[in-house]
C-alpha cells in the first residue's frame, strides 16, 4: 500500500465495519486464494457501497470479480431492478463469489461472466452506470478505451490500483509500472473525461464524461 501502515489501519478503525459475512469471505481469501492482496478490502469496500448509494445504478459492471469482496458490498445497495454483470476468468475465484452471493442474499442481482473480459464487454450492450476496473493490469488500457464511450451520462468509471504501490513515481522498473504511468497521464489529459486520482488504498481513480 502506498499509506504508512498505521495510517492504513487508522483508516480501517475510522471507518464503519464491514458485515460479518464479509469478515468471513476476507478471512477464506486470505486462507484459501491465490494474491489474497487482491482482495478489495473494508475501506474500498464501503466507498464502492457509497458510490452504489449515491448514484443508485441500474447497470454495474465489474471487471475482475476475484472472491466476490466488492461485488457482495455493492448489490444490497442496488435501486430495484438493478443489476451487476461482473467479470472473472477464474473458476475457482467465481466458485467462491457464488457462494456468498448466495449466502448475501444477492445472487439474482449478480451476473458472473467467466472468461475474458474484453470478450464479455463486447458481448453486453449498452450503458454503464458505474464500472469497477480491477482486472488483469496491463489489459487496463484497453478496458478503458472500450468502455469511456459507455459510461452513462451521469455514470464513473472507477480503476484501482491507479498508484501501483507507489512505485509510478519512480522511473518504471516493469511493463505494469510503465502502463500506469502512461495510463494516468492519458486519463488526466482525454478530453472526453474528468478524472480525479485518489491516494485509496493502491490508489484509486474516478472518471467521469466531461
Request: hydrophobic share 45%.
Given at each position: 500500500m502506498i499509506t504508512p501502515e498505521k495510517i492504513d489501519?487508522?483508516?480501517?478503525?475510522?471507518?464503519?465495519?464491514?458485515?460479518?459475512?464479509?469478515?468471513?469471505?476476507?478471512?477464506?481469501?486470505?486462507?484459501?486464494?491465490?494474491?489474497?492482496?487482491?482482495?478489495?478490502?473494508?475501506?474500498?469496500?464501503?466507498?464502492?457501497?457509497?458510490?452504489?448509494?449515491?448514484?443508485?445504478?441500474?447497470?454495474?459492471?465489474?471487471?475482475?470479480t476475484y472472491s466476490g469482496y466488492s461485488s457482495t458490498s455493492m448489490a444490497p445497495l442496488l435501486p430495484p431492478g438493478g443489476h451487476i454483470d461482473t467479470c472473472e476468468v477464474d473458476e475457482t475465484h467465481a466458485a467462491v463469489a457464488r457462494r456468498y452471493h448466495e449466502e448475501a442474499g444477492v445472487a439474482d442481482r449478480i451476473t458472473i461472466h467467466l472468461g475474458p473480459a474484453l470478450e464479455t464487454i463486447e458481448k453486453l450492450e449498452g450503458e454503464f452506470d458505474l464500472i469497477f476496473i480491477d482486472a488483469d493490469k496491463l489489459n487496463y488500457p484497453a478496458y478503458y478505451?472500450?468502455?469511456?464511450?459507455?459510461?452513462?451520462?451521469?455514470?464513473?468509471?472507477?480503476?484501482?490500483?491507479?498508484?501501483?504501490?507507489?512505485r509510478v513515481v519512480e522511473p518504471p522498473e516493469t511493463p505494469e509500472t510503465e502502463m500506469f504511468v502512461e495510463l494516468n497521464a492519458r486519463i488526466a489529459n482525454d478530453p472526453r473525461v474528468v478524472a480525479v486520482m485518489l491516494t485509496v488504498r493502491d490508489g484509486v481513480t474516478l472518471v467521469r464524461r466531461a
Open positions: 489501519d487508522y483508516a480501517v478503525a475510522s471507518t464503519t465495519s464491514p458485515s460479518a459475512l464479509l469478515n468471513r469471505l476476507a478471512e477464506e481469501t486470505k486462507a484459501e486464494l491465490r494474491s489474497p492482496q487482491m482482495l478489495t478490502g473494508p475501506v474500498e469496500g464501503r466507498l464502492l457501497e457509497f458510490l452504489v448509494f449515491a448514484l443508485q445504478p441500474e447497470r454495474v459492471l465489474e471487471l475482475g478505451e472500450a468502455l469511456v464511450p459507455r459510461i452513462s451520462p451521469r455514470g464513473v468509471m472507477v480503476l484501482d490500483n491507479t498508484l501501483w504501490s507507489g
